[in-house]
């Protein structure tokens, strides 16, 4: 779908444009005046009930620019906040105003912890987003390479702590981080630990550590880990910048489904990473993918899957109807060009504006 044809879908909703102007990135914001502001959507008469932003893989590092680890990437570590900073204006122009944001993970690069500059990168890219709307924050990998569990507990990247405290619908899961929230009665969103079990960010000596240990050792041969297997396929998956759902999340999220599915709700579950494979390249996929997809599945309530990760994107809508999105990363996203969204969210789907690298999307509800 083109923008221009979601435009025409939103045609309720005060357009806000990102654009690059000459030497200095700006953002040009054409708003509707209210005479020529449709108050409708087009196609069905109604307005949506509230609105969201998306965004991925920052990255942000005040460093020159960079390339992935298999050196086919070029990255634009210090460009990354001048793309938030697109994305935030643009939010804060849109009318009605994103609700809330989700910042899909790896919002600072690794590259900081060497230079002690995990603070100062975290604290740049927080005062960007500051002003856009409250922000619900996924951890990933490059979290870890920043941040202990602890320090991120304490951080304002624990959203999870304030949704529950501030917000009635929302609680965070005992004994872990993953959380839920519902901005709207019958809408519910998930934040999954897609890191739960991982060598990142969990002490040696705890079992999960060691669970993922042996994972990595059974499928992987190679000596440095973070090097896919050359198994293809999914089995390529099994890396050091992985991760994966302890029992105790899965349990948790089935359980949630059910209350979702109880009271009617349509709920979008959101993780750092991917869990189908048609919808990312197979190295970014979570290890226990098919174990997530089978609990998704046995419930009806859920409409969406949104991870980051993979920074070239990808979407899939499976065979339940549920759509899939892994959101391109703005840290491999051209100095020229965007990468984030704005969701729309009716009775009946989302409609997805995407800017620059986001393709436009209908997400019709399962
Ligand atoms: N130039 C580099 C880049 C990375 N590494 C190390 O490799 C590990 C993986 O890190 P990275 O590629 O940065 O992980 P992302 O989450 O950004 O990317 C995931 C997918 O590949 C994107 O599509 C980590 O240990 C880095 O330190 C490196 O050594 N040299």
């Excluded at 739960?196 to 000596?223: C, F, M, P």
Aim: charged letters at 25%; proline letters at 4%; glycine letters at 6%.
């Amino acid at each position: 779908m083109s923008s221009q044809e979601v435009d025409e879908l939103l045609g309720h909703v005060g357009d806000a444009t990102a654009t690059a102007d000459s030497e200095q990135f700006q953002v040009r914001v054409r708003r509707r005046t209210k005479s020529e502001a449709p108050t409708e959507n087009m196609e069905d008469g109604a307005r949506p009930l509230f609105s969201f932003g998306v965004i991925a893989d920052i990255q942000y590092a005040d460093i020159d620019d960079g390339y992935n680890f298999s050196c086919t990437r070029r990255r634009y570590y210090r460009h990354s906040l001048e793309q938030l900073r697109r994305a935030t204006l643009a939010w804060r122009s849109e009318s009605p105003r994103p609700r809330f944001v989700l910042q899909l993970g790896d919002v600072i690069d690794g590259f900081n912890k060497p230079r002690r500059a995990s603070r100062s990168a975290l604290d740049a890219v927080l005062r960007e987003l500051e002003d856009a709307a409250l922000v619900h924050h996924v951890w990933g990998n490059h979290e870890f390479y920043n941040f202990s569990r602890e320090e991120l507990a304490a951080s304002a990247l624990n959203s999870g702590r304030e949704a529950a405290t501030q917000d009635q619908g929302a609680a965070l899961a005992e004994g872990g981080n993953w959380y839920h929230f519902s901005p709207e009665p019958r809408f519910r969103f998930l934040v999954l630990d897609a890191y739960d079990v991982s060598v990142i960010g969990r002490q040696e000596r705890s079992e999960r550590y060691s669970q993922a240990l042996r994972l990595l050792q059974e499928h992987n041969d190679n000596e440095e880990l973070n090097q896919p297997p050359a198994r293809p396929g999914v089995e390529q998956r099994f890396v050091k910048f992985g991760g994966g759902f302890s029992q105790d999340q899965l349990q948790w999220l089935d359980r949630l489904l059910t209350l979702s599915d109880e009271k009617l709700e349509k709920v979008t579950v959101v993780s750092h990473l991917p869990v189908h494979p048609s919808s990312s390249d197979p190295v970014c996929l979570a290890w226990n993918y098919e174990e997530v997809l089978s609990v998704l599945h046995s419930h009806k309530c859920v409409v969406c899957f949104m991870a980051g990760h993979d920074h070239d994107g990808g979407y899939h809508r499976d065979l339940y109807g549920i759509h899939h999105l892994t959101f391109e990363g703005v840290i491999e996203t051209p100095p020229d060009n965007d990468a984030f969204g704005s969701v729309y969210v009716y009775e009946d789907k989302m409609v997805l504006k995407g800017n620059g690298r986001v393709a436009s999307r209908i997400l019709q509800y399962p």
